[in-house]
């Protein structure tokens, strides 16, 4: 297996982008990936794209297709995948591209994540979400993904291993970095009490314990790390890429508060790189619901159960204030979520500062990056691990 390096990053800004289509926002991210990369469209030999609904937000099925076309790419008959695993889509996209390139199944790779979602109505898109649950058990029955999401925030809550205000601490801290990045859907910072005040959602999570929806996209260019030189000096080696699963429904599993995907990947992924969750400077996890960052940060190995909440609600996850600075981009809750395009975001996040390029949210000397990408409740999970070079 070949070790594998991103040469190229790039993104749309997220947010409501009524005026663009689907097709011109995957397209312009991955522009500006194959522009930072060097690189011409023709020397990109795979392309896969993370994207959860379009066949119901757009009405467009066969993205590859759509993709490869209007890139320009499909006149070289370019391999196109189009990847779906709910929220861990973009993840699971990148996961394959790293595979492919790894395996010399191909050597210049496209990876991509877009959605387009505002353009649907809010019953909608919540449907198509809840459906990254079980359908039959779960959504079937009423139950929404953010009514799922405040059962497990209320069994911390009962078990005592997490606050209200603990938990409301990790939308504070997204968008502490939401306002550093220009990218972001809601560039302001949002105090405790905000948090705690929003309207209700599924008690005890409110509107700001929640990720909005969002259109974007985001894309990164992979190839060997042995050919990395020849396109820029500005690369980051892929070290880890693991991935895990659960079941569908939440309420299958022995622990409601712990993602046995997350533990099962994360644990992988130090084991490929050689490194402990010591050695990681920033981490962008998933953050869709607020309480789902107190679990990443557990799960993840950063903290003891019972210890996540009193590190966010310290400020010691904010650029500058500790070891681990988390979701400085905002995260999905104020960077924004276009479900498809969030794992590639997070990877294009992290690339980023292991370049020196975050600008004000730049963590110093930063040498290992994780990113984390969820699929419904924990039922797919993607953990990658980047290294500066």
């Known amino acids: 297996m070949r070790d594998v390096a991103i040469i190229g990053v790039g993104a749309t800004k997220f947010g409501d982008l009524w005026e663009n289509s689907f097709r011109s926002i995957g397209i312009e991210a991955g522009m500006k990936a194959i522009a930072d990369a060097n690189l011409s469209g023709r020397e990109i030999d795979g392309l896969y794209i993370g994207n959860m609904s379009a066949g119901r937000f757009i009405n467009q099925k066969h993205i590859d297709a759509l993709i490869a076309d209007y890139s320009g790419m499909a006149t070289n008959h370019i391999s196109a995948v189009r990847v779906e695993a709910g929220g861990a889509s973009g993840g699971v996209a990148f996961g394959q591209a790293v595979m492919a390139v790894a395996s010399g199944l191909h050597n210049t790779v496209l990876v991509g994540g877009a959605e387009k979602m505002t353009d649907q109505d809010d019953v909608?898109?919540?449907?198509?979400?809840?459906?990254?649950?079980?359908?039959?058990?779960?959504?079937?029955?009423?139950?929404?993904?953010?009514?799922?999401?405040?059962?497990?925030?209320?069994?911390?809550?009962?078990?005592?291993t997490a606050t209200r205000?603990?938990?409301?601490?990790?939308?504070?801290?997204?968008?502490?970095?939401?306002?550093?990045?220009?990218?972001?859907?809601?560039?302001?910072?949002?105090?405790?009490?905000?948090?705690?005040?929003?309207?209700?959602v599924a008690d005890p999570l409110g509107m700001f314990d929640c990720a909005p929806i969002s259109d974007g996209a985001a894309a990164v260019v992979l190839c060997p790390l042995k050919e990395a030189k020849k396109h820029t000096d500005s690369y980051v080696k892929v070290s880890a890429f693991a991935q895990g699963s659960d079941t569908l429904a939440l309420s299958q599993r022995p622990d409601i508060t712990r993602f046995g995907a997350t533990v099962a990947a994360s644990k992988r992924a130090y084991e490929m790189a050689g490194i402990t969750p010591a050695d990681i400077s920033v981490a962008e996890i998933h953050d869709d619901f607020s309480v789902a960052g107190i679990m990443a940060l557990q799960d993840l190995g950063f903290c003891k159960k019972g210890e996540a909440g009193k590190v966010f609600l310290s400020g010691q996850t904010k650029v500058g204030a500790g070891k681990l600075a988390v979701n400085t981009s905002g995260g999905l809750k104020a960077r924004g979520y276009p479900i498809g395009a969030a794992g590639v975001a997070q990877i294009v996040e992290i690339a980023?500062?292991?370049?020196?390029?975050?600008?004000?949210?730049?963590?110093?000397?930063a040498r290992y990056g994780l990113a984390q990408s969820v699929g419904g409740t924990g039922s797919a999970v993607t953990v990658s691990i980047l290294e500066a070079v």
Not at 127 to 151: K, Q, R
Not at 176 to 187: I, K, M, Y
Not at 352 to 362: I, M, N, S, V
């Open 124 to 160: 909608s898109i919540n449907t198509a979400m809840d459906e990254t649950a079980d359908s039959e058990w779960e959504a079937g029955m009423g139950l929404t993904l953010v009514s799922l999401y405040a059962m497990i925030a209320r069994r911390m809550i009962y078990e005592g």
């Open 165 to 200: 205000e603990e938990i409301a601490s990790v939308a504070v801290n997204s968008h502490f970095h939401g306002a550093l990045n220009e990218g972001a859907q809601f560039r302001k910072e949002v105090p405790l009490e905000t948090v705690l005040r929003s309207g209700p």
């Open 352 to 365: 980023t500062q292991l370049r020196g390029k975050a600008d004000k949210r730049q963590v110093a000397n």
